[in-house]
């Protein structure tokens, strides 16, 4: 992390959770809540392409808990499942040897993820492109002091931006526009204007290196840290190719110290954190399955705050996070509160 004289100096921090995408999105095409992503999954019910269906009985014909996979959240049921594979390696690996592997499903997880997020349509009312457009107005992003963070694999809010700026600045420096281009970067861009914490369904990466995170055991001895990350812009490759969606399902602890992709991305936003006058969480209610991101919120340091407003339906929500942030390393001049992230875009 960056000496205070060498962070970026932010006017608003947008935290951009998986409700605001919810509300900006169709009923029929919607990028589900947490909450509806299993519903979603189980009830694809398409053949074509194949992989679909082949992918989704590997996923719902797995489930080895008593709950239904259907009635589960995703980050719940992944780290449950997740948790199952790791007792019958460890006491009843005889059993597990005839099962699917832990990457294996979560590569199996990441497609159907993509998958689904990438039929997702913004509706009529355009939220994002108003909120892009009132928020991001110079052709440069050098000039523009306001940045975002989210934890979304969807690509809806993305859209905008990529057609307005150079991917290197939205996402960061190193991502290649095609897979066969050069990774060597044109020039360095410290300060991405979109930090996306969990990957995204446009991110592309080889199998080889989705399972090196996943699981170290497909890890070398050796520092091997770089991963070949390019974007695509349309489509989701298949479970057989021999690329993943560069996307981080929900794991138990994130590999951040181990990959400098993670490792930038996370830093990145822990400063823009300490360096934001203003901060704005739009449908996120950190939840408690992502122990990083609360480790993250909790420990970052910030006396000259001078507005937090929390955008979501649920009051409970507000409460959530002023019990968070009210601790003596941060000092916060104003609370608000805005039920709708659509009248928040209005009043911007």
């Keep these: 992390m960056k000496t205070a004289s060498n962070r970026y100096k932010l006017n608003r921090l947008f935290i951009i959770g998986a409700g605001a995408s919810r509300s900006s999105s169709t009923d029929k095409n919607k990028a589900p809540l947490d909450k509806e992503f299993c519903e979603e999954i189980y009830d694809l019910d398409i053949s074509r392409p194949t992989w679909v269906p082949q992918s989704r009985g590997v996923v719902c014909g797995k489930w080895s808990y008593p709950t239904s996979f259907y009635e589960m959240g995703l980050e719940e049921a992944v780290l449950r499942q997740m948790s199952h594979f790791e007792f019958l390696d460890a006491i009843h690996p005889r059993r597990r040897s005839i099962s699917v592997g832990g990457s294996d499903y979560l590569n199996h997880v990441a497609h159907l993820i993509t998958f689904v997020l990438r039929r997702a349509k913004e509706n009529s009312g355009k939220l994002y492109e108003k909120f ?27 859209r905008y931006l990529v057609n307005k700026f150079p991917i290197q600045e939205v996402y960061f420096d190193r991502i290649k526009k095609y897979r066969y281009d050069s ?16 990957g995204s369904v446009n991110w592309r990466c080889n199998t080889k290196d989705f399972k090196r995170i996943i699981d170290n055991k497909y890890r070398s001895k050796t520092r091997d840290d770089f991963i070949d990350i390019w974007f695509s812009e349309k489509g989701c490759p298949s479970p057989s190719d021999s690329v993943s969606p560069f996307i981080i399902p929900p794991l138990p602890t994130k590999p951040i110290t181990e990959f400098g992709i993670f490792k930038f991305l996370w830093t990145k936003a822990y400063e823009y954190l300490h360096e934001a006058e203003e901060i704005i969480i739009c449908g996120y209610s950190l939840p408690s399955t992502d122990q990083l991101a609360y480790s993250m919120f909790s420990n970052f340091v910030n006396r000259s705050i001078k507005k937090v407003t929390i955008v979501d339906i649920d009051t409970q929500v507000l409460g959530k996070w002023r019990k968070l942030l009210d601790r003596n390393n941060i000092e916060i001049e104003e609370w608000a509160w805005v039920s709708d992230f659509w009248d928040y875009v209005d009043r911007m």
């Design 183 to 198: 990774y060597r970067r044109p020039e360095r861009f410290e300060h991405p204007l979109l930090i996306k914490l969990h």
């Design 132 to 158: 892009t457009s009132n928020l991001f107005r110079s052709d440069r992003i050098s000039r523009i002091k306001d940045r975002i963070i989210t934890f979304n694999y969807d690509d809806l809010l993305d």
